[in-house]
């Protein structure tokens, strides 16, 4: 049967389903466990492509249930596009980083932190999705200096969980049972059709699914749910803040998403003073998937 405690391999790529996430996901020794104690890092996976390097580097972070090569695409074209050196990243329980029991934006920003530090490549341009949003927003506040300007996409800095479905696909992702030593196509198709009952829609439901993976002939879920779950509260949640973050700063929002609500402006504004707001149109909260080309364009105008 599934067992949605481990994870491995990927032999699809987040929303665009190519590219490929290999290597097994240790895990990583927890933390002290008390508030207030240095998070411990781990170390995370990562595609570098090379740039110049004289220029800040772009370095992309996935939302909750991706990986890296959800931005395989755009981060090939970009570097492409600007010369730049382009880092994509697996945050801790996902990909082919290692599992942990910490989720918070404190230890996921040290992740990111020691990785920037190990490949020279502060300060650099953070653009983060949703999760990977809120951790490029939290380690701007924290050290403003390795960040030498921000995007965040369809996420802000407060609380999400009024416009999140993410503890459902939890709950439903809980739910899958697979037989075992079943092909990977039949093995997508019961999955797929357990998680119809909960989750209708149909392109939220390939993504999940490209986390399903296979380990000696049993399917598993290669995120760390038991980690997510414990901690999707926090995940949903921004943790409170006092300082700003004065660097050129991008919300760039989905027009069919409600992700981002006029009521966040203020927080927004009392963070990132200097922010702009800027709004794809016909793009829901996976801007980059539903409309990659307007995504690429609003980051070369960002840059320029």
């Known amino acids: 049967m599934l067992s949605w405690a481990r994870a491995w391999r990927l032999p699809y790529g987040g929303l665009e389903l190519s590219g490929v996430c290999f290597s097994r996901a240790p895990v990583a020794p927890s933390s002290s466990g008390h508030r207030g104690a240095e998070p411990r890092s781990v170390p995370l996976s990562y595609t570098l492509l090379d740039g110049e390097a004289a220029r800040p580097a772009l370095v992309f972070l996935h939302g909750l249930f991706g990986c890296k090569t959800n931005f395989k ?4 074209a970009l570097a492409q596009q600007t010369g730049r050196r382009v880092l994509t990243v697996d945050a801790r329980n996902h990909g082919d980083s290692p599992h942990s029991p910490d989720m918070s934006y404190e230890a996921m920003s040290q992740d990111l932190q020691d990785l920037l530090s190990q490949l020279g490549l502060g300060p650099c341009v953070l653009i983060g999705h949703s999760m990977g949003g809120k951790t490029a927003m939290f380690l701007a506040l924290q050290r403003p200096e390795l960040v030498e300007r921000l995007i965040a996409v369809d996420i802000s800095p407060v609380n999400t969980t009024s416009s999140s479905d993410f503890p459902a696909y939890m709950a439903a992702m809980k739910t899958i049972d697979i037989p075992d030593k079943v092909s990977r196509s039949s093995a997508r198709k019961l999955a797929d059709k357990q998680l119809s009952s909960l989750i209708q829609d149909v392109a939220v ?11 000696d002939g049993r399917f598993v879920w290669r995120v760390n749910l038991d980690a997510l779950a414990q901690h999707v509260d926090e995940i949903l949640a921004f943790p409170p803040r006092q300082e700003s973050y004065p660097g050129p700063t991008l919300f760039l929002l989905g027009g069919n998403s409600d992700f981002v609500l006029p009521s966040h402006h203020p927080e927004i504004r009392r963070l990132f003073p200097v922010a702009q707001i800027q709004t794809v149109p016909d793009a829901g909260h996976w801007i980059h998937a539903d409309r990659p080309q307007d995504f690429m364009a609003a980051i070369r105008g960002f840059l320029a």
């Not at 695409?73 to 090939?76: D, E, G, H, Q, T």
């Open 205 to 215: 439901r390939q993504f999940l699914l490209t986390n399903l993976v296979e380990v």
């Open 73 to 76: 695409s755009i981060a090939k």
